[in-house]
């Protein structure tokens, strides 16, 4: 079962951070995402394609995961409007953003960048849960 099977906010947060994330597939993206995000910070204009080429597959292959993990929605569960990869493709945006601002940001800023980044982990959690009940369902699934 999916509920199960999904990790939570906390543990999706600590896998971007990169501290004690056990082998589970979500995770170990969502740890890799966050890699990737970094490095695009950072990258040059011409390795920009490269890493974007390597997130959109990586995201591919969560909502894969996950699609073949879920169990059938009800009949009136509501279309999310994105995919649970694209979500945690953002959480792994927000957080390489978010320790960035650490550096560099000034305290509204720093402050605007963890609230989006907190926000979006209770987004998640929601989908995830709603996921989970079949009482919601991701774009490309029945």
């Not at 597959?57 to 929605?73: G, K, N």
């Not at 945690?88 to 940001?105: C, F, G």
């Amino acid at each position: 079962m999916i509920a199960n099977t999904l990790p939570s906010k906390n543990q999706v947060l600590k896998a971007c951070r990169g501290t004690g994330f056990p082998r589970h597939p979500l995770l170990s993206a969502a740890h890799t995402l966050t890699e990737l995000h970094e490095r695009r910070l950072a990258a040059p204009p011409d390795q920009l394609t490269e890493l974007d080429t390597i997130r959109t597959d990586l995201v591919h292959q969560i909502d894969c995961w996950v699609t073949a993990q879920l169990p059938p929605s009800h009949g009136a569960a509501r279309v999310h409007t994105e995919t649970l990869g694209a979500v945690i493709d953002r959480l792994a945006l927000l957080t390489a953003h978010a320790y960035a601002a650490l550096a560099k940001a000034s305290g509204h800023e720093l402050a605007v960048v963890w609230e989006n980044l907190a926000e979006l982990a209770v987004g998640y959690e929601d989908l995830a849960s709603e996921v989970a009940t079949g009482r919601r369902r991701l774009p490309g699934t029945h």
